[in-house]
């Protein structure tokens, strides 16, 4: 029994049966597969599962190694699923651009070549301003590192739809429109019963893929936060107006702000342009007013044309945004629950369309109480901190928004509050 329709819950499914074809799996879904996040994040599909060599190397330097060629191996599966079940999504490995927009920013980018060349890792090149000008062509940049094998870019919408086609081609049963509203364990009889609007299900074991939407575990209550993230479309560009930038390699791009934007041509060379907000509501709330936020459309489009003067007079013919689930240590956590028959993941933190299919084979993996080199991982192990609740919470997470942004401009000092954070193991994603 699965509930959650997004890559999560369909790679679960998928795996599942892929692991034993006759296990009867049934998915819910409260509206539509691919509806949230999954259908509406930029398509880049990062091999990292600790969003970044940096973070995880903070958290976990011990198994850093095993979690970076595990996240390739997931990755190479990812793009291995293509061709064996016939999906189009779209995929493009075509590597990644991080890009320097600041001074400050372009020592990073030194450390972060350095840091490969030590490890005898290739695959991770450094471009000069002019260099990266040569790839993609905006004044505002200063230095890029190209990472050639570690990103893709996908169609998130059709990886969706194609995951369900695949999973009930194998035999999954799907159900769309039935919010579940509790989960039952009955102590005596091994079962767990999910309760949804219009009836109910009884299995063996359950997952739960409700990422960012209000958890059916008392005890992730406070584990996640929704923040708001915004995207817009642009026309196709002409052959004229993509000579004018280049972008000749199709990299996917994302600037090394704490409010950073991400960037990426699709099949037919729109620009999707999306990031630097992340807005939190009070009280963890999800609300589809909140997607409408003009100010946060009309900053993309004049950070988009600062970016790319060479493009004025382009236009957007679609915007959106959707809720990011947060967690503290920006990744996601996994765990089981009621004696073993639960099990789930949530807390992506915007690094999620790779990484749901790793905590797919995570969850089979408990539930299986399979011992293997996934489950003993103590990034698999460990649970991350709670945000507090309310008031708190969005004190808090406010306070380190305006930090993030001061530091942006401040040569990305950080101040005591990110300090603090730092030193505690906490975080909010911009």
């Known amino acids: 029994m699965i509930v959650g329709g997004g890559y999560t819950g369909l790679w679960t499914a998928v795996l599942a049966k892929r692991r034993n074809p006759d296990t009867h799996v049934v998915l819910v879904e409260a509206k539509t597969v691919g509806w949230a996040a999954s259908g509406?994040?930029?398509?880049?599909?990062?091999?990292?599962?600790?969003?970044?060599?940096?973070?995880?190397?903070?958290?976990?330097?011990?198994?850093?190694?095993?979690?970076d060629r595990l996240g390739l191996e997931n990755l190479d599966a990812i793009e291995a699923s293509e061709s064996e079940y016939g999906m189009d999504v779209e995929f493009e490995r075509n590597g990644s651009l991080s890009l320097a927009v600041e001074p400050h920013q372009v020592e990073w980018l030194h450390e972060q070549v350095a840091d490969a060349a030590a490890r005898g890792d290739d695959s991770v090149r450094f471009l000069d301003q002019a260099g990266v000008r040569a790839e993609v062509d905006s004044p505002t940049y200063l230095a890029a590192v190209w990472e050639t094998r570690t990103s893709a870019?996908?169609?998130?919408?059709?990886?969706?739809?194609?995951?369900?086609?695949?999973a009930e081609e194998l035999g999954v049963e799907i159900y769309e429109g039935s919010p579940v509203r509790r989960i039952d364990t009955p102590g005596s009889t091994g079962?767990?019963?999910?309760?949804?609007?219009?009836?109910?299900?009884?299995?063996?074991?359950?997952?739960?893929?409700?990422?960012?939407?209000?958890?059916?575990?008392?005890?992730?209550?406070?584990?996640t936060v929704p923040v708001y993230d915004y995207a817009l479309m642009t026309e196709p560009l002409t052959d004229e107006q993509l000579q004018a930038?280049?972008?000749?390699?199709?990299?996917?791009?994302?600037?090394l702000a704490n409010q950073f934007h991400y960037y990426r041509l699709s099949r037919d060379n729109r620009i999707l342009f999306g990031g630097y907000d992340a807005v939190y509501h009070y009280g963890r709330r999800i609300r589809a007013a909140y997607e409408r936020r003009p100010e946060s459309f009309e900053r993309l489009a004049s950070h988009f044309f600062t970016t790319f003067p060479q493009l004025e007079g382009l236009r957007f013919t679609h915007q959106w945004a959707g809720a990011i689930d947060t967690s503290t240590r920006f990744c996601a956590f996994f765990g089981t629950a009621r004696d073993g028959r639960v099990a789930y993941a949530a807390g992506f933190t915007g690094l999620g369309v790779a990484a749901a299919r790793f905590a797919a084979e995570v969850m089979l993996d408990r539930l299986e109480q399979r011992d293997n080199e996934r489950t003993r991982l103590r990034m698999v192990r460990e649970r991350p901190l709670p945000f507090?609740?309310?008031?708190?919470?969005?004190?808090?997470?406010?306070?380190?928004?305006?930090?993030l942004d001061r530091a942006d401009h401040e040569r990305g000092r950080r101040n005591m509050l990110l300090k603090t954070l730092d030193a505690l193991g906490l975080g909010f994603d911009s």
Do not use: Y
């Not at 870019?153 to 695949?166: D, F, T």
């Not at 009836?199 to 008392?218: D, E, H, I, S, W």
């Open 40 to 67: 509406r994040n930029g398509g880049f599909c990062e091999a990292s599962l600790t969003h970044g060599r940096e973070n995880g190397l903070a958290r976990w330097p011990e198994e850093l190694e095993t979690l």
């Open 245 to 255: 930038i280049g972008w000749s390699h199709r990299q996917g791009l994302g600037d």
């Open 191 to 223: 079962a767990v019963t999910i309760v949804t609007e219009h009836g109910r299900v009884v299995a063996q074991r359950a997952v739960l893929a409700t990422n960012v939407f209000p958890t059916l575990l008392k005890r992730n209550l406070l584990m």
């Open 153 to 166: 870019l996908l169609h998130p919408a059709k990886l969706a739809v194609e995951l369900a086609r695949v």
């Open 388 to 403: 507090p609740p309310e008031p708190a919470a969005a004190l808090g997470i406010n306070a380190t928004r305006w930090s």
